[in-house]
């Protein structure tokens, strides 16, 4: 029996996501970006994420049927993010997605944008072994979750205090003077740099739990600039690069391995956009290696945010035969992961 074809759509922040996905096969995934539109405010501006993803929803929907080669009228069932994320980039989504399926007369599922970080994993490395461990790390959230069901049964073990790892990233770029978004231009100036030269804390390290805490460690790199700066030195943006990344990957492998071996877990997966990083894809790899789990990260194009892992969580959702959203669930800024399915 051939699996449902799902449409996924994915509007939570920045970028407008729309994916096709039959079974674990992902058949399209068209993505329209705004960041160069904030890029100059240094960080995504709510209202003009909005109006872009307005202006992109409809050509990407369009864009990614043409790829996968199939028409509307073919859609079995539709997913959209129903948050958590930008209250008002989330209703574009949620809006243009009960209209397709009220039109098309489908099934709706609202889906937690975390929970489909993870599912995203299984359209390249197939099923989710349970249970696993999942470290999801991304501009707005660093959270260690157990996932004895991806349907339905994730529990929380740990998350930051304070800034997540990737807005972390963003303000450190900020402060070198590197671009918008932060990740991908301090992993390239980090791959020139000496990861040991800046000894910049690890706060949490240790500590007994599974939380992280990254805006002490923003703090030391903004003061050790600006010493340097007053001293009238030249700041080495590779070396701060590489020296501030090796912190975040030490910090976010360790917990994730003591949070494995604590659960007796031994299936990793890292997702969200900070997985991309090739930093913390190297030494998870090392470290679960060592430890004897097994690590499982998406390519970096299934790392950021993406219509694919929407509709990878919506076929999920279909093949276990879970009760469709329906049409009156609500956009869900603060939507917690528990909650894998809106109602």
Known sequence: MTAPLVLGIESSCDETGVGLVRGHDLLADAIASSVDEHARFGGVVPEVASRAHLEAMVPAVRRALDVAGVGLGQVDAIAVTAGPGLAGALLVGVCAAKAYALALGKPLYGVNHLAAHIAVDQLEHGPLPAPAIALLVSGGHSSLLLVRRLTGDITPLGATIDDAAGEAYDKVARLLGLPFPGGPPIDAAARTGDAGSVKFPRSKYRDGTADFSFSGLKTAVA???????????????????????????????????????????????????????????????QRCEAAGIRL????????????????????????????????????????????????
């Open 223 to 285: 003061r050790w600039v600006e010493a340097r700066e007053a001293a009238g030195l030249a700041v080495p943006v590779a070396d701060v690069a590489a020296s501030f990344q090796e912190a975040v990957a030490d910090v976010l492998t360790r917990k994730a391995v003591d949070a494995c071996l604590a659960q007796g877990v031994d299936h990793l997966v890292i997702s969200g956009g900070v997985a991309a990083n090739s930093r913390l894809r190297a030494l998870a790899a």
């Open 296 to 343: 499982r990260v998406p390519r970096p194009g299934l790392c950021t945010d993406n219509g694919a892992m929407v509709a990878a969580l919506g076929s999920d959702l279909v093949a276990a035969g879970a009760e469709p959203s329906g049409a009156d669930f609500a956009a869900d800024s603060g939507l917690p992961v528990t909650q894998v399915l809106a109602a």
